[in-house]
Structures are given as structure tokens and as C-alpha cells.
T-cell receptor
């Protein structure tokens, strides 16, 4: 298996632009997670899905952020409009379940908003 | 609620030194416990895990034992290498998304 795939790997955009991050989970995994990592705030869970349904989006920082999972093999995280404070590395992860199940992380998307 | 506390870093060691990174947790029920490692420029990857009390997880020379009596899951390695330099995260799994600690940066010099 190719693992969790994220695109793009790097994104540089100007403040006010829309940014879309993409994730393909490992086939057969029922759970998908979006995280944000910064030096200041560490690793933060933004939202997670089970069978394509959002379960907990309490970590989404504000209405500028939205996430969708239209099918079992694809998810997007959108920021509109983007701001410099959104600059971070965004990770997608997937797993077979919760509790004892391992989460598999993608390589991340490094977002820079100027 | 459930939470994980791990020691603040950075931890700086010489090659072949002994490593301990402390992790304690608060949880209801019987969670699973994990250690993840993040190498520079990469995503997190599972290092080891334990799913019940007294279990020992081990991988690549690292070990951690699930201690229910002390609610701990400390990471140890007998002889660290330069290639072990990374950020280490303790995590707890209990029916929802994993709960991660803040991470401990390990730097090993030759």
C-alpha cells in the first residue's frame, strides 16, 4: 500500500486566497483525521471522520476552515480566506478504528501564507 | 477527561547514553497507549504500543511498559544513536481520536 497520500506537499499563497489541501487515506481505513502542527501550538486535532461522516470538528479554529469527505478515498481541508497565522504543517492520518488501532500519518502539507 | 502528560524537552544526549522520556496519563477505563516518533520533515509514525496493563511494547531497541498502578508509559532505550534524534509523542487511545502529548525533542550527538 502507498500509505496516506497528501497533496500538495508545499503550498505558498497570499493572504486572502483560498487554499485546498487533499488527502487519500489508506484503502479500507474507516477513520480519517486532520491535524495541524506549529512550533507554538504543537500538534492539534482539527477534525475527524468515521465512514465519511464528521464526528468531531471541535478543533477547527474558525469558520474559515472547512473539511469534507465525499467518499472513502478522498478528503479535503479548505481555508477561505487564508491568513498568515494559518501557516503550519497540516497532516492527514487514517486508521481502521479507535482505541488500540494505530493511526497512519501522511507526509504533511507545509502551508505558508504571506 | 482523558489526558497525556510527557516531559518537556529538549533532551540532549551523547551517543550510547541511556534514554528515558516520561509519560503519564489520566483516563477512565482501560486505554491503549502509544509512542510515536517524528523525524525531521516527516509525519508521525508508530514506534510501539501496549493495549493492556503490564504489556511491554518494544521496537528498534525502544521499550515502554504499561503501568496501571502509576498510570505511566515511560519510553526507554539503553543506548541511543544519532539517528534517534527526533520528536517523540506519547498518545492515549480510548474510543475517540488519539490524545497526544506535546512531544519531546531528542537530540543525540556523536
Amino acid at each position: 500500500d502507498a500509505g496516506v497520500i497528501q497533496s500538495p506537499r508545499h503550498e505558498v499563497t497570499e493572504m486572502g486566497q483560498e487554499v485546498t489541501l487533499r488527502c487519500k487515506p489508506i484503502s479500507g481505513h474507516d477513520y480519517l483525521f486532520w491535524y495541524r502542527q506549529t512550533m507554538m501550538r504543537g500538534l492539534e486535532l482539527l477534525i475527524y471522520f468515521n465512514n465519511n461522516v464528521p464526528i468531531d470538528d471541535s478543533g477547527m479554529p474558525e469558520d474559515r476552515f472547512s473539511a469534507k469527505m465525499p467518499n472513502a478515498s478522498f478528503s479535503t481541508l479548505k481555508i477561505q480566506p487564508s491568513e498568515p497565522r494559518d501557516s503550519a504543517v497540516y497532516f492527514c492520518a487514517s486508521s481502521l478504528g479507535t482505541g488500540p488501532y494505530e493511526q497512519y500519518f501522511g507526509p504533511g502539507t507545509r502551508l505558508t501564507v504571506t | 477527561g482523558n489526558s497525556v502528560t510527557q516531559m518537556e524537552g529538549p533532551v540532549t544526549l551523547s551517543e550510547e547514553a541511556f534514554l528515558t522520556i516520561n509519560c503519564t496519563y489520566t483516563a477512565t477505563g482501560y486505554p491503549s497507549l502509544f509512542w510515536y516518533v517524528q523525524y525531521p520533515g516527516e509525519g508521525l509514525q508508530l514506534l510501539l504500543k501496549a493495549t493492556k496493563a503490564d504489556d511491554k511494547g518494544s521496537n528498534k531497541g525502544f521499550e515502554a511498559t504499561y503501568r496501571k498502578e502509576t498510570t505511566s508509559f515511560h519510553l526507554e532505550k539503553g543506548s541511543v544513536q544519532v539517528s534517534d534524534s527526533a520528536v517523540y509523542f506519547c498518545a492515549l487511545g480510548a474510543g475517540t481520536a488519539l490524545i497526544f502529548g506535546k512531544g519531546t525533542t531528542l537530540s543525540v550527538s556523536s
